[in-house]
Nanobody
Framework: QVQLVESGGGLVQAGGSLRLSCAAS????????MGWYRQAPGAQRELVAH???????NYAGSVKGRFTISRDNAKNTGYLQMNSLQPEDPAVYYC???????????????WGQGTLVTVSS
């Protein structure tokens, strides 16, 4: 079973930057796509950025050009570099990963516990 632990959230001024990390631990045959989602109070969880095992990325329109998703497969860690943070960005940010526990098993999506990002104006 793979566990994901996010870190790097906090309080930042508008226009500032934060780097979120998502460390995967535990046993898995493979960790495929990884993604970052966010959920603001009273809102639905939304996709922020997604990266495949091969490194292909896609972003929500609201963060394109400001956020960068990356991963280090050797460390089983994903990252979200957030620049030019705006007042609309505060939320709990969640990491997810599609994992395969053993060859032949169906993929499963695992979620982290979330990390809070707050932006002051």
């Amino acid at each position: 079973q793979v566990q994901l632990v996010e870190s790097g959230g906090g309080l930042v001024q508008a226009g500032g930057s934060l780097r979120l990390s998502c460390a995967a631990s535990g046993r898995a045959f493979s960790i495929n796509a990884m993604g970052w989602y966010r959920q603001a109070p009273g809102a639905q969880r939304e996709l922020v950025a997604h990266i495949t095992s091969g490194g292909s990325t896609n972003y929500a329109g609201s963060v394109k050009g400001r956020f960068t998703i990356s991963r280090d497969n050797a460390k089983n860690t994903g990252y979200l570099q957030m620049n030019s943070l705006q007042p609309e960005d505060p939320a709990v940010y969640y990491c997810s990963a599609v994992t395969i526990a053993l060859p032949g098993l169906v993929p499963a999506t695992v979620w982290g516990q979330g990390t809070l990002v707050t932006v002051s104006s």
